[in-house]
Nanobody, 120 residues
Framework: QVQLVESGGGSVQSGGSLRLSCVASGYTYCMGWFRQAPGKEREGVAAINTAGRTRYADFVKGRFTISRDNAKTTLYLQMNGLKPEDTAMYYC?????????????????WGQGTQVTVSS
């Protein structure tokens, strides 16, 4: 069982930046970020494997950057150019195999989430 703890959420104005972090309690091959806004389904934002190969949702390409520190088992999400529509609860997710999609169902472990609010 892997425990995931997110931090770094908050409130910013449109165009601002935030950096999310997620610390894992053990080994994870693939780590990713998902988000869920009220009344909407959870959607994949970005994922990264231990080799640093990344995958992004189209709606964040060029604005968000996912990275990880394998030695610290820590995942990051640098979010620039934030928009009001980025407002959501952001979740860290992980699994120990496969990193081929941003579908929530393939990730076995989940954090509790951190809220990101972007005002116009």
């Amino acid at each position: 069982q892997v425990q995931l703890v997110e931090s770094g959420g908050g409130s910013v104005q449109s165009g601002g930046s935030l950096r999310l972090s997620c610390v894992a309690s053990g080994y994870t091959y693939c780590m990713g970020w998902f988000r869920q806004a009220p009344g909407k389904e959870r959607e994949g934002v970005a994922a990264i494997n231990t080799a640093g190969r990344t995958r992004y949702a189209d709606f964040v390409k060029g604005r968000f950057t996912i990275s990880r520190d394998n030695a610290k088992t820590t995942l990051y999400l640098q979010m620039n150019g934030l928009k009001p529509e980025d407002t959501a609860m952001y979740y860290c997710a992980a699994n120990v195999y496969g990193c081929g999609s941003l579908l929530a169902g393939v990730f076995a472990y989940w954090g509790q989430g951190t809220q990101v609010t972007v005002s116009s």
